[in-house]
């Protein structure tokens, strides 16, 4: 419930990150962009999902993947589509589609070669973009069914041994992580994305404790279950206490040495 009410706030936040996801190139084969693509063209859609930022074409890559999604892309003053299929198991050092995406790039010359020296990207520049509440309500739970496929996504990704990142990005984050990532969001793409931050966080913290794991809900509600089976007769208080207790203990103990590594890479 608190992830589809952030979802739905987050609709009707009045400023929205606009920087555009601009095609700055492929890493699919090193050469020429797929699907007839080239470096400059600005996606607008995905699969009929609007694309505002990077960070939305981004999620709505891995919300579709593993299919071939319909890209829509504005290319001087006319619009394309082009097809391409996001990977489950992408080379090393890609993403889903092999497709280099980035925010407009601004160069201020050129060297001998005519190759465009002292580039910089554009900062992120906000739009007023909000929804009135009637339009709010179903766009936030759109947006809380597409949170949860993108985490079920990511799971499996995780699962089958392939992110389709960069080699140091972290596979897990504690709170020292999600704090630096949270202020990168408000640095970078101002309050909507951290309110959708805010809404998958509280999404996959309701799914992660509906698991089979002591010490939390689902690790009782597993002890219940075992109870019924067992036709009505308890398990003792004192042998599920120690089993809620070793679990407490396990995960605290995940979380130091998660925080660990977090602060090993802010220091590093």
């Given at each position: 419930e608190r992830a589809l009410n952030l979802a739905q706030?987050?609709?009707?936040?009045?400023?929205?990150?606009?920087?555009?996801?601009?095609?700055?190139?492929?890493?699919?084969?090193?050469?020429?962009?797929?699907?007839?693509?080239?470096?400059?063209?600005?996606?607008?859609?995905?699969?009929?999902?609007?694309?505002?930022?990077?960070?939305?074409?981004?999620?709505?890559?891995?919300?579709?993947?593993?299919?071939?999604?319909?890209?829509?892309?504005?290319?001087?003053?006319?619009?394309?589509?082009?097809?391409?299929?996001?990977?489950?198991?992408?080379?090393?050092?890609?993403?889903?589609?092999?497709?280099?995406?980035?925010?407009?790039?601004?160069?201020?010359?050129?060297?001998?070669?005519?190759?465009?020296?002292?580039?910089?990207?554009?900062?992120?520049?906000?739009?007023?973009?909000?929804?009135?509440?009637?339009?709010?309500?179903?766009?936030?739970?759109?947006?809380?069914?597409?949170?949860?496929?993108?985490?079920?996504?990511?799971?499996?990704?995780?699962?089958?041994?392939?992110?389709?990142?960069?080699?140091?990005?972290?596979?897990?984050?504690?709170?020292?992580?999600?704090?630096?990532?949270?202020?990168?969001?408000?640095?970078?793409?101002?309050?909507?994305?951290?309110?959708?931050?805010?809404?998958?966080?509280?999404?996959?913290?309701?799914?992660?404790?509906?698991?089979?794991?002591?010490?939390?809900?689902?690790?009782?509600?597993?002890?219940?279950?075992?109870?019924?089976?067992?036709?009505?007769?308890?398990?003792?208080?004192?042998?599920?206490?120690?089993?809620?207790?070793?679990?407490?203990?396990?995960?605290?103990?995940?979380?130091?040495?998660?925080?660990?590594?977090?602060?090993?890479?802010?220091?590093?």
């Amino acid at each position: 419930e608190r992830a589809l009410n952030l979802a739905q706030v987050a609709e009707v936040m009045p400023d929205s990150p606009a920087a555009m996801a601009t095609i700055s190139g492929t890493l699919r084969d090193g050469t020429e962009p797929a699907q007839g693509l080239q470096p400059g063209d600005v996606v607008m859609e995905v699969n009929g999902r609007e694309v505002r930022n990077v960070s939305e074409l981004i999620f709505h890559t891995r919300r579709f993947i593993g299919e071939t999604q319909t890209w829509v892309i504005s290319r001087a003053n006319s619009t394309l589509e082009a097809e391409l299929y996001a990977r489950w198991r992408p080379p090393e050092g890609q993403g889903p589609t092999g497709i280099r995406v980035g925010a407009p790039t601004v160069c201020t010359d050129v060297d001998n070669d005519g190759n465009p020296i002292g580039c910089s990207q554009r900062f992120p520049y906000t739009e007023n973009v909000s929804y009135p509440p009637w339009e709010a309500v179903p766009r936030g739970w759109q947006a809380m069914i597409d949170a949860v496929i993108v985490t079920k996504n990511e799971i499996q990704v995780r699962v089958n041994g392939s992110t389709g990142a960069a080699p140091d990005q972290p596979l897990l984050s504690g709170p020292v992580g999600i704090a630096n990532t949270t202020g990168d969001i408000v640095e970078q793409a101002g309050w909507r994305p951290l309110i959708e931050l805010a809404a998958l966080l509280s999404l996959s913290l309701a799914v992660f404790n509906a698991l089979p794991i002591p010490a939390l809900d689902g690790g009782r509600m597993t002890f219940v279950v075992v109870e019924m089976l067992r036709g009505g007769r308890r398990i003792s208080p004192e042998k599920e206490g120690f089993v809620h207790f070793v679990g407490f203990a396990v995960l605290l103990a995940g979380i130091l040495v998660i925080t660990f590594f977090d602060i090993s890479r802010l220091i590093t």
